[in-house]
């Protein structure tokens, strides 16, 4: 990829992820190495994520555990989690640089952003140092005005109508 773009997914409709992942497939489809690191979201009973990762996708996958309860966290709890996926965010940003990644997907980092769980300062640090061929994808509700200032295109995904609010659950293989 010549010149890698910043690109931002949010809004409260259902899509931003598939969105992504869609572009993972297309860049995978293309010969180009990508890299999804989820926040809030568990690896397990995900249908999308063992064939990305049969598709040579980079797949890392952080705080599951934590996505019913964000409300319900401890200063302790934040505190930790936040240097934990501050750290995370190095280690990534090193490796998509050395093994020369040519997309990254930041998934849900918009919410993790908006409850604190994650430094705005090292999210706008990794957009403004990234190599000039990385492409990067950030997805999730609430995006910050200034993530969305430094992207290049920023998509909102509005909600018309969602067959949860006709009590329809999450189904195998279409939502999950």
Not at 135 to 143: F, K, S
Not at 145 to 161: C, H, M, P
Request: include cysteine.
């Amino acid at each position: 990829m010549k010149k890698g773009l910043v690109q931002v997914y949010t809004g409260e409709g259902k899509g931003k992820t598939t969105a992504a992942i869609g572009q993972i497939v297309r860049a995978r489809g293309r010969g180009y190495k990508a890299f999804l690191l989820q926040f809030l979201k568990k690896k397990e009973g995900s249908g999308e994520l063992s064939l990305l990762e049969e598709l040579g996708v980079k797949v890392v996958c952080r705080g599951g555990e934590h996505f019913q309860d964000l409300n319900k966290l401890t200063n302790e709890e934040r505190g930790r989690i936040t240097s934990e996926w501050d750290n995370l965010l190095d280690e990534v940003n090193k490796e998509v640089v050395s093994r020369r990644y040519d997309l990254l997907v930041l998934d849900e980092i918009n919410v993790a952003l908006h409850y604190g769980l994650i430094s705005k300062e090292k999210v706008l640090s990794l957009i403004r140092r990234k190599p000039a061929f990385l492409e990067v994808i950030l997805t999730g509700r609430y995006a910050p005005y200034e993530i969305i200032e430094k992207a290049d295109l920023v998509s909102e995904v509005k909600e018309i109508k969602h067959p949860f609010r006709q009590g329809i659950k999450a189904r195998k293989g279409i939502e999950y």
